[in-house]
């Protein structure tokens, strides 16, 4: 497991199945009508149980590039938090900002409920087709950048799927921490 420090909080990255997360929320990779659908948000939806689509119907829909909260139901989580990422087509229709967008939303929504404790996947980088690196970059560069203001996030996990995705957010971890390491000592 990797772990950057940053301020008074964490980032750690893991292999495995988010849905074994226990803490305060689980970030899911939702689509915008919150309906679950197939991989990371199928499998969120199937664990969690028929109250998580309950509350999704009820909100009825998210914008691509913001997160809205839900109930848990069976997870072993306070909550889940809904974030739509978006499709990938190439990078010219503004998908590194709504991508960042929805990390940045996720983390704000996370503060407002309380949590200290938040579980990422890789948003976009599913069924969406973002680019793995690519999207690690934005993920880790937009986390680092809220986590060094005021927040009561003290750990943000990604739980990443297979180990060819977690190398690639290793290793962009690495770099992050570098560049952090660069700004102190320079």
Known sequence: MEILEVNDSAITLYQGDITTFSGDAIVNASNQHLAGGGGVDGAIHRAGGSQIGEACRAIGSCPTGSAVATVAGR????HVIHAVAPRWHGGARGEAD?????????????????????????????IYSYPTREAAEIALDTIVAYLQGATAIERVTFYLFSPADLRVYADVLEQVASLMQGRLSG
């Open 98 to 126: 709504l991508l960042r967008s929805a990390y940045q939303r996720s983390l704000e929504v996370a503060d407002e409920e309380g949590d200290r404790t938040v579980a990422f996947p890789s948003l976009g980088t599913g």
């Open 75 to 78: 997870l072993a989580a306070r």
